[in-house]
Every structure is written in C-alpha cells, then in structure tokens.
C-alpha cells in the first residue's frame, strides 16, 4: 500500500500510465472492510445459506474486502433438514458456519471493529436462536453477550450495520428507537412479518414496511435492513434485496 502510494505520487508516467495507476491507488484506498457474521450453517438451525451467499457476492461485486466470524459456542438445537425436525445431536456455531466460510473463519471473540468499516448479519433461524433467543422468547428474548458487544461497537463507531431477514430484530434489541424492516405488514407474501413487526415496535422501534427488493435505511443509527426470506419470493428477488442492502452497507461505510 505504502509502494504503491509513493509510485502514485513521486513516479514520471505517461497520461495512460497514469489514469491507470490513479485508478489503481483510488480503489486501494476506498477499498471497503466489512465483518460478515454467521449463526450457524442452514435455515432451521444457522444462516440461511442463499442469504449468505447472496451477502458475500454482492460484497464482492462492489469491491469490499470480508472477513468472516462466528461466535464459538454450541447451537440452540440442531435440526434435520430433510425432516424438519430436531435431532439428538450437539453441534458448534463456529464449526458449522466454517462450511459457509469455506473454512476461512474466524471466533467473533477475536473482530475488532476498529479493523472493519462496516458489519453484515445474514439472516436464517440461527439469528434467532444462536445469536440470541428471540425464536423462543420473541422481544423478551436476550442477544448473546458478543453479538451484543459487537453491535454496540460498531454503532458506537458510527459505523453501518447491515441485517436482514429476521437478523434486524437484533437491532431492535439493541437499539431502542432505531427503524427496521422485516417485509411488508398485512401481505399474503409475508407471513411472519406482521408478528415480528408488532413485536420491533412494542421494543420502542419503528418498522418501516418495504417490499424484498427493497431496503430501509435508518440514517440516523446507520442500520440497513431488508426483508429477504421473510417474504414468499423467488430467489433473484431475494438476491436483489440484500444486493440493495449491501450497496447501502458500503455507501455509508
């Protein structure tokens, strides 16, 4: 980067040269940092894996540099999805969201927000039972100490926070007053959305309906949400959504 930097500005080159290596140095140094947390690997039980996918792949397109983290302590449960049903075993948050990472991952005990521009929460069951408790205790649910801690770092940074499907309700527990969406309320192609929605707005926030291609930012807390699989869509809809959420993500950071 140094190198680079000192080439930019001490080096005699030609126009050409030049306009290349201008744009070379602009996209070094815009280049955006951003933390991606896993809950887990499936919808059941983790992240939801498209949702993740999707995240990972629109950070790329736009350039941005992820890391990849996972709290490392055991599941809520783990479910067999062939059945839909919970099995007997025992399984890591850390380990199996390793799958989703391709192994590149690392304990969220270890993310410094002073190393990143900006943090993105994928959605799945996970979100609500691994990152914190709100599948089986709706707003009286707790976040998990480091999801917490994490969260409360970044926004006390300034920094954006990008969540979606049912990953905003951790900002609606974190963040009293903040502004989120989970999907459209009183809409056949979100069934969950209107329960979630009532539950964000008794926490003292506000939801803001948006349909899943769409999605809301709160300028004033930095919190960037979209609807995802909260809504019956086809899955480039759902793609598109978090491509819009990611974009914001990265305008604010």
């Known amino acids: ?39 887990g690997c499936g919808v059941y039980d983790g992240s939801e894996v498209h949702e993740a996918s999707a995240v990972l792949v629109h950070l790329s397109r736009g350039g941005a540099s992820v890391k990849m983290f996972a ?3 055991d599941q809520m449960h783990v479910v067999n999805h062939l059945k839909g049903e919970p099995s007997e075993e025992r399984r890591n948050v850390l380990v199996e969201s390793a799958r989703l990472a391709r192994g590149d991952i690392q304990d969220l005990a270890k993310l410094s927000v002073k190393d990143h521009d900006a943090i993105i929460f994928p959605g799945g069951f996970g979100a609500a039972k691994n990152l914190c408790t709100w599948a089986v205790q709706g707003k009286d649910c707790a976040v998990n100490d480091e999801v917490k801690a994490v969260l ?65 930012v709160d300028e004033k807390n930095k919190l960037v949400t ?28």
């Open 1 to 39: 980067m140094l190198t680079l930097l000192r080439r930019c500005a001490h080096s005699p080159l030609t126009p050409r040269a030049a306009l290349t290596l201008n744009t070379s140095c602009y996209a070094t140094v815009m280049e955006k940092r951003v933390a991606v947390v896993l809950a």
């Open 71 to 73: 709290p490392n302590i």
């Open 152 to 216: 409360q770092a970044f926004h006390g940074e300034g920094k954006p926070i990008g969540l979606c499907c049912i990953s905003p309700v951790l900002a609606a527990k974190v963040f009293p007053g903040c502004e989120v969406t989970v999907g459209i309320e009183k809409d056949d192609k979100y069934p969950d959305t209107a329960d979630t929605a009532a539950a964000i707005t008794q926490l003292g926030c506000k939801h803001v309906s948006k349909s899943v291609g769409e999605s809301h």
């Open 226 to 253: 979209t609807a995802a699989f909260m809504c019956n869509a086809p899955i480039h809809e759902i793609h598109d959504g978090i491509g819009a959420m990611v974009q914001d993500v990265l305008k604010l950071a």
